[in-house]
């Protein structure tokens, strides 16, 4: 069973709009929670990561976001996109047992001016 | 402050050859991870190592494939008899298990072209 998803292939937005991007997990013990973001023909870069306590995290280049239990959901959110957040975004799932991360397929993230 | 560095980060070799792939990841990690990508997909993992040890060995490694780490410091990544569906973007990453729910520090990857 697939331990992280992303349900969208893609999201598109308009420059100055709001961003979600979309990851669900599935229930196995404790999750730790990732996004990573990914430019072409490059390695991934951490943006942030839930751990425990608030459910709301905050991490680089203003993205944010809310870890819920009961949805068993992890959804990556920017108030007002930039045309430079156009990326591949991909979110991970690391559990208390676990060495390894799983990562989602990935989103891409296109947006206009 | 260094990242993760891989090398090469390109190569191209033909089918059946062998090809080795280096890691070097931030000096006080002791974790390092393999990953594959293909273009427009999540990566899969492969392998991690936490110092020496390998600890854990995807399915998706066949025997043609071996890594090591050997002093716990940088990894090597083999494939041998390649294989046209080898061709793929091969990340390392690593972190420091110091703290719960460490992230992980990715290289640029090295992209494997078999012809």
């Known amino acids: 069973a697939q331990s992280v998803a992303q349900p969208e292939d893609q999201v598109n937005v308009a420059e100055g709009n709001p961003l979600t991007v979309k990851c669900t997990y599935s229930?196995?013990?404790?999750?730790?929670l990732f996004w990573y973001v990914q430019y072409p023909n490059r390695g991934l870069q951490f943006l942030l990561k839930?751990?425990?306590?608030?459910?709301l995290v905050k991490g680089s280049y203003g993205f944010e976001a809310e870890f819920n239990k009961s949805q068993t959901s992890f959804h990556l959110k920017k108030p007002s996109a930039l045309v430079s957040d156009s990326a591949l975004y991909f979110c991970a799932v690391r559990y208390d047992s676990w060495g390894k991360f799983q990562f989602g397929a990935g989103t891409q993230v296109v947006v206009t001016p | 402050d260094t990242g993760v560095s891989q090398d090469p980060r390109h190569k191209i070799t033909k089918r059946g050859q062998n090809v080795t792939f280096r890691c070097d990841p931030i000096?006080?990690?002791?974790?390092l991870y393999w990953y594959r990508q293909t273009l427009g997909q999540g990566p899969e993992f492969l392998t991690y190592?936490?110092?020496?040890?390998?600890?854990?060995k995807s399915r998706l490694l066949s025997d043609r494939f071996s890594a090591e780490r050997p002093k716990g410091s940088f990894s090597t990544l083999e494939i041998q008899r390649t294989e046209q569906g080898d061709s793929a973007m091969y990340l390392c990453?690593?972190?420091?298990?110091?703290?719960?729910?460490?992230?992980?520090?990715f290289g640029e990857g090295s992209r494997l072209t078999v012809l």
């Open positions: 990453a690593s972190s420091y298990d110091r703290d719960r729910g460490p992230e992980l520090f």
């Open positions: 839930y751990i425990t306590g608030d459910n």
């Open positions: 190592f936490q110092n020496e040890a390998q600890l854990e």
């Open positions: 000096s006080e990690h002791n974790r």
């Open positions: 229930v196995s013990g404790n999750p730790y």
